[in-house]
């Protein structure tokens, strides 16, 4: 199984472009979101391209691809624009006998993980390969002069992808 793995596009129409070009080009069975999709939040400047609207029509075309998580700055409005539900805090898959769970990470309680598991998270918008708690950064606003990235996972391996180049900047071998 193909996934597309993102987070965090806080409403970024060029960004969410971007994130449709590598879809077309990789074909995934699914595509996971972690959250806050839509609106970009009172701590964070308007994102380039800033348009909710055509992002959700963007991803829309999408939905029978779409597994999505709701971020802390999802709102039960955004379920308005999308035809794809977001309401759930988490999602679970199992993945080439790997289980994975996908939540936003706002709520993550380290203390109660299992490290069978590989978490999927985002919120921070700072991406992280290593360990089992996952983050593929954000789309639409990441942080610490970092990319706008995401992840494909494809054969037990896990490649970190920059939107820009559209090339891979990091992989892990979940086998290792």
Do not use: W
Not at 17 to 26: A, F, S, T
């Amino acid at each position: 199984m193909k996934l597309i793995i993102a987070s965090d596009i806080h409403g970024s129409l060029k960004y969410t472009k971007k994130l449709e070009e590598l879809i077309i080009n990789e074909q995934p069975s699914k595509i996971i979101l972690l959250g806050d999709l839509y609106y970009h939040g009172p701590r964070n400047p308007l994102p380039e391209e800033y348009n909710c609207l055509e992002v959700a029509n963007i991803l829309n075309k999408y939905t029978s691809h779409i597994i999505a998580v709701q971020g802390n700055c999802d709102a039960e409005v955004d379920q308005m624009i999308s035809t794809f539900l977001i309401n759930s805090q988490d999602q679970e898959l199992i993945v080439d006998n790997y289980h994975f769970s996908f939540s936003h990470g706002h709520h993550l309680d380290q203390q109660k993980l299992d490290n069978q598991i590989y978490y999927f998270v985002g919120h921070t918008h700072i991406y992280n390969i290593k360990g089992n708690i996952l983050n593929p950064g954000s789309i639409g606003l990441p942080k610490e002069n970092k990319e706008h990235t995401c992840f494909l996972y494809q054969n037990n391996q896990l490649s970190l992808i920059s939107l820009d180049s559209l090339e891979t900047i990091a992989k892990r071998n979940l086998n290792e």
